[in-house]
């Protein structure tokens, strides 16, 4: 297993992370052999969200609740492994999602919800989940301030932001932001596509994210690939999917070259990408956990990675 270095610190983690979203809906013993199985691969990173899992008994949040209900099981100390977590999603008594809440009360609630729902005493990276259109970056700041100060939260970081707003949030704090999770992914390009197209006028030359690859390159910030494996945005998986033949084809002569998964393959592109992504998998499987994560040490060639790029449905002008 490879590792990247969290934001161009210091913190160093495995470049493949485990996703807990599913953990909601397995058993304890499900959720411990998953772990297990990540530890086992190498993976010492996991990325959870305070609202994962629905369970009717246990509500919003009941992924974290498995996760450290399971992590007593695994056997794993809390100097294997980093914990991230994301905030600022609100649920209503119905545990329905009516707004996104980054204010200072909601943040700070959020983390001593997952502190308490893991049973851990701190947070290696605290994100928050999907921009505020009501955000005060101020408070904001004070939340954060009050995180690190108490030692509940170590680094932090935003999902599903632009450049616009992480560099509006930046502005009004000392801590740097480390990470912005966004999904990427073979059949999920368009961070790519604009920049081929550059001054061009078809639909691919539309630029949807104001620049973030190269943003986070600029300011040393990690992307982190949510559902590396899907097309569209949750519309199911291209892996062994008839609809996409030519990728397939393309994905097991790469599977079959270097002995992996095709899974493995798909991983390894976004890996080659320059930019050292870290990416998320999801899967709860543990031989999928295993396949997913041997792509972590394979290096596409250039040739390789364009192919798979164009096998996908891209093309270049």
């Known amino acids: 297993m490879q590792s990247v270095k969290i934001g161009g610190t210091n913190w160093t ?19 411990a052999k998953a772990i297990q199985a990540a530890h086992e691969a190498g993976i010492n990173f996991f990325d959870s969200a305070d609202i994962y899992g629905n369970d009717p008994q246990l509500g919003r949040g009941s992924s974290e609740i498995h996760f450290g209900q399971a992590l007593k099981q695994s056997g794993l100390s ?3 492994f980093y ?29 001593d919800g997952i502190l308490e729902r893991t049973g851990l005493d701190y947070l290696d990276s605290f994100v928050i989940h999907r921009p ?19 030692g509940k939260v170590r680094h932090f970081g935003v999902s599903n932001f632009n450049p616009a707003q992480i560099a509006l949030l930046q502005s009004a704090f000392d801590q740097r932001l480390l990470v912005d999770q966004v999904q990427f992914g073979l059949k999920h390009t368009g961070m790519l596509d604009f920049g081929f197209h550059t001054n061009m006028t078809g639909a691919r030359s539309v630029d949807h994210d104001g620049g973030l690859l190269e943003y ?10 949510w559902s590396p494996f899907q097309y569209g945005t949750f519309a199911g998986t291209f892996i062994n999917n008839d609809q996409f033949p030519e990728l397939n084809q393309e994905l ?23 930019a050292h992504m870290q990416v998320l998998i999801g899967t709860m499987n ?11 040490d394979i290096t596409l060639t250039k040739q390789e990675w ?12």
Request: with cysteine; hydrophobic share 40%.
């Open 132 to 150: 505020d259109a009501l955000m005060e970056p101020d408070e904001v700041a004070a939340a954060f301030d009050e995180l690190q100060a108490s």
């Open 78 to 80: 809390r100097d294997d």
């Open 83 to 111: 914990f991230q977590s994301k905030g600022g999603l609100y649920a209503n008594s119905d545990n329905k999602i009516t707004r996104y809440d980054s204010s200072k009360e909601q943040l700070l609630k959020s983390v």
């Open 286 to 296: 543990p031989d999928h956990i295993a396949d997913s994560a041997a792509g972590s």
């Open 216 to 225: 986070v390159r600029l300011h040393k910030m990690t992307i982190q690939t």
């Open 13 to 31: 983690a495995s470049n493949v992370a485990l996703g807990i979203m599913r953990m909601g809906t397995l058993s304890v013993d499900a959720c």
């Open 306 to 317: 364009y192919d798979l790029y164009l096998a996908a449905g891209n093309e270049l002008p």
């Open 252 to 274: 097991a002569k790469l599977a079959d070259k270097y002995q992996v998964s095709k899974n493995a393959i798909a991983v390894a592109w976004i890996l080659r990408h320059p």
